[in-house]
C-alpha cells in the first residue's frame, strides 16, 4: 500500500507536472504558483497540504520547479514541457526506482491538451490525459488530469484538478 500510494504521489508531480504550454502573447505561465486547496480536488489520489511551482520559460521549453507537502513527506519534481506543440519525456525519481512520463502536448488557442504513458522501471503504470489553462486574467492556472492506472489491482481512473494562484 505505501508503495502504491508514493506512486500515485509521484504521478502528481511527474503527470502534468506544471504543465506550461501556453504559447499567446501575453499568456506566459512564467512565475510563482501557489495551490489553492480550496478550488483543488484530488480524487482517490493522496491531497497535499501545500503545493506550489516556479515555471521558468528557457527559449522553446519551460522548466518547472515543483514542490509538495503531503503525509509521505515532502516531494520535489523539476520537469520540461515544451511552449507549443511537441513531446516530452520526464523523468522524476521515486522509490525502487524512476517515474518516467512521456506526453504529447497540443495547443487549441490559449488551452494545452496533453496525453501521455507514465512507467516506472520500464513498465507501464498509468497512461494520462489532460488539459491547462491560464484564466483570462491571468491570475489562475488550472491543471485537469484524468490518470488511468494500467497496474494490477489499481483499475479505478483517478481525476485531479489542481488550481493555482499567481504568486506577486
Known amino acids: 500500500m505505501r508503495t502504491t500510494t508514493r506512486a500515485m504521489l509521484v504521478l ?12 499567446s502573447p501575453g499568456r506566459d505561465p512564467s512565475g510563482h504558483w ?6 483543488s480536488s484530488f480524487g482517490s489520489a493522496p ?6 511551482m516556479i ?6 521549453m519551460y522548466k518547472i520547479d ?11 519534481a523539476v520537469t520540461q514541457f515544451p ?16 517515474m518516467r512520463a ?14 501521455g504513458d507514465i512507467s516506472l522501471q520500464g513498465q507501464s503504470v498509468a497512461t ?20 488511468q492506472p494500467t497496474v494490477a489491482g489499481a483499475t479505478d481512473p483517478v481525476h485531479i484538478v489542481t488550481v493555482y494562484g499567481r504568486r506577486r
Open 12 to 23: 502528481q508531480l511527474v503527470s502534468a507536472g506544471g504543465l506550461a504550454a501556453q504559447s
Open 34 to 39: 501557489v495551490l489553492d486547496l480550496a478550488r
Open 47 to 52: 491531497t497535499p497540504s501545500a503545493d506550489s
Open 55 to 60: 515555471i521558468t520559460r528557457f527559449g522553446a
Open 66 to 76: 515543483e514542490y509538495a507537502a503531503v503525509s509521505e513527506g515532502p516531494q520535489h
Open 83 to 98: 511552449v507549443g506543440d511537441g513531446q516530452v519525456t520526464n523523468e522524476v525519481p521515486s522509490e525502487g526506482g524512476s
Open 102 to 115: 512521456t506526453m504529447t502536448v497540443k495547443m487549441r488557442g490559449d488551452t494545452a491538451t496533453f496525453s
Open 128 to 147: 494520462e490525459l489532460g488539459e491547462q489553462f491560464l484564466s483570462a486574467d491571468g491570475k489562475t492556472l488550472t491543471r485537469i488530469v484524468d490518470i
